[in-house]
């Protein structure tokens, strides 16, 4: 199990804050220097504005300490050599920091902005049994809620982005209308290591990786692991973003390697069994969004490469673990894919305009470029395909979708229909700029016939809100379906609420948590299987009240948006990420 040791102490004491003149949270921008820079734009967001953020007279409560406290001396068994190599590569990281320090860092990279307010860490929580709760919990929900989310173990020493932290997984245990909290971190190699050594070392992809710095970061971490003082040999990624639940298997992923293997004991708490490639199939990364399909049980995944070809592949499992060979998918360079579809028949594979280059961190710029002289397109390749000749690639101008919530093909038009949230201007979440910030829920239409492509914008401009995070009924995954339910990312980059919209009308109902109270991504939890309606279940999603630095996990009413009940938390949740629900009856096939 993970702990709570002397170098995660840092995250127990108080919430960082932070001053008015701090920007939201946000990606690299396409050239980042660290030396400040003046922004040519700027996005209106939350973290700006006093009247949002409200933060706590009195910290937090001391957490619980779930390991002992251990000294790094009792834990390294480095020889002279080793540790003599240690101290002046230690040296020459000072430096480093010291010469960093002299500028401020942009708002992408500063820790004081990324891990502020509820975006902060939080220690580990042993089971917490028969929480209070207000309401009626529904019958039908009987299983765990887990989301994911990143939560750095050790204090930032240098650049840090919000993606950049350790993976922890949040559980809510749910039986006979009573309920168990627990959170965890994922261990990964990385956090395991970091913790012997008290610190981090590991290169932060998005806090650090840029310009000169940058390389000079990566030099000092090839030359930790020349003295044996490091291994990357086992991956190097955090396991923070997406969880899916696939053959027994509780799986938590981030893009830059392969999934962990996390198992939910019967009391409801977490042990990461370790990094899981599929008895042995797996041979690369796999991004943090495969797809499930609800009527095969096959789980489709992308693997995306940013150094050498091939840059894509795409794979898929049987339902019972088999992995198909991978489809190399010809791309000209490497490019940024969180996220893809499924539709029957198809996967549909997007290729936007940001890409990867990293020879811009020898001109001292940042590796993710945002390049406007590309064409997005959408890639539809079979299931079930060998190789990549059958792909068929269409055009979509200017069209960024950080997160696609399903497709569907309409066969007497010969088009697939993908529904996203198309962000402008396309580089809002890398950059910092003077236009407002726009997430719009959009129907896609590609024509496979003709090779051409329509974008509607499915809510009326008069109703327009940032919809980010979210899903449909995954029970429908592939298939058409009526409702979304989405994240109202507004004040950005906090979540005030969600919204159900109804993809063909437009029509947007909306459930607000309240004054000073945000949350994350809504999870819809069908009641039955097979109900007659789509919209037949409920929604979960924790929420923080700001205020009062409580936080819960709140039911509501997918079909009149009623609040069923909300469970009390005994501990602060941050805002995360992605989450999935494991039934009951599931857990008893776990592996």
């Known amino acids: 199990m993970a702990s709570t040791t002397t170098g995660s102490c840092w995250a127990k004491a108080r919430i960082p804050h932070q001053s008015s003149t701090q920007h939201g949270l946000g990606f690299p921008a396409k050239s980042i220097s660290m030396r400040k820079q003046e922004p040519n734009r700027n996005i209106h967001c939350a973290v700006q504005s006093p009247s949002v953020l409200q933060f706590p007279k009195q910290p937090y409560k001391k957490p619980v300490i779930t390991k002992e406290d251990t000294t790094i001396d009792k834990q390294l068994n480095w020889n002279l050599p080793q540790r003599a190599a240690a101290a002046a590569l230690d040296m020459v990281e000072g430096m480093l920091n010291a010469n960093e320090r002299k500028h401020p860092l942009p708002k992408t990279a500063d820790p004081g902005v990324q891990i502020s307010g509820n975006f902060a860490p939080v220690p580990e929580r042993p089971v917490r049994h028969s929480l209070p709760v207000t309401g ?53 190699q990385r956090l395991v290591q970091e913790r012997k050594i008290g610190k981090p070392v590991f290169p932060k992809a998005i806090g650090e990786l840029h310009g000169h710095s940058g390389i000079a970061r990566l030099l000092l971490f090839y030359a930790r692991c020349l003295f044996g003082l490091v291994d990357h040999s086992n991956g190097t990624g955090v396991a923070n973003a997406g ?41 690369s990364t796999m991004i943090a969004h495969p797809k499930l399909d609800p009527v095969s049980g096959e789980l489709f995944a992308l693997s995306y490469d940013v150094v050498q070809k091939p840059y894509l592949k795409y794979f898929r499992f049987s339902p019972t673990g088999k992995k198909s060979p991978d489809v190399e998918i010809p791309l000209n360079e490497p490019t940024m894919l969180h996220d893809f579809a499924i539709t029957e028949n198809f996967v549909v594979v997007p290729d936007q305009q940001v890409v990867f280059r990293l020879q811009e961190m020898i001109r001292g710029g940042s590796p993710v470029i945002y390049d406007k002289n590309k064409t997005s397109r959408f890639g539809i390749l079979p299931k079930n395909a060998s190789d990549s000749s059958e792909i068929k690639w269409v055009e979509s101008k200017d069209c ?27 580089d809002s979440i890398f950059n910092e700029c003077d236009e407002t910030l726009k997430s719009v829920l959009s129907e896609i239409r590609l024509n496979l016939k003709t090779g051409q492509s329509t974008r509607r914008q499915i809510i009326s401009e008069t109703e327009q809100v940032n919809l980010e995070a979210g899903m449909v009924n995954r029970h429908r995954l592939g298939r058409k379906t009526e ?45 039955e299987l097979n109900s007659e309606r789509e919209d037949d279940g409920y929604i979960l999603a924790f929420v923080h009240d700001e205020n009062t630095c409580k936080s819960e996990l709140q039911i509501v009413n997918a079909m009149n948006l009623q609040l069923e009940a909300s469970i009390k938390l005994p501990s602060r949740v941050p805002y995360g990420f992605h989450g999935t629900f494991i039934k009951a009856q599931d857990l008893e096939k776990q592996a």
């Open 243 to 283: 969880l899916v639940y696939f053959n027994g298997h509780l799986l938590a992923m981030s893009e830059d390697d392969l999934p962990y293997h996390v198992h939910l004991t019967p009391t409801g708490d977490l042990e990461t069994t370790g990094r899981y490639d599929f008895d042995g199939q797996l041979k």
């Open 136 to 188: 009626t919990i529904p019958e039908c929900i009987d299983g765990v809620y887990v989301r994911n989310g990143a939560n750095p173990l050790l204090e930032p020493t240098a650049g840090h982005h919000l993606f950049d932290g350790d993976g922890m997984i949040h559980s809510v245990k749910i039986s006979n209308a009573s309920a168990s909290y627990a959170c965890r971190f994922t261990e990964t």
């Open 483 to 527: 409702f979304a339910y989405l994240a109202i990312a507004e004040p950005w980059p906090k979540v005030s609420g969600f919204a159900k919209v109804d993809l063909l009308t437009g029509e947007v109902k909306k459930h607000i948590y309240g004054d000073h109270r945000y949350g994350g991504e809504p999870y819809f939890l069908p009641s």
């Open 400 to 426: 960024f979708c950080f997160h696609l919530w399903n497709a569907w093909e309409e066969p007497e038009t010969d088009e697939v229909v993908v529904i996203g949230s198309c962000m402008t201007p396309a």
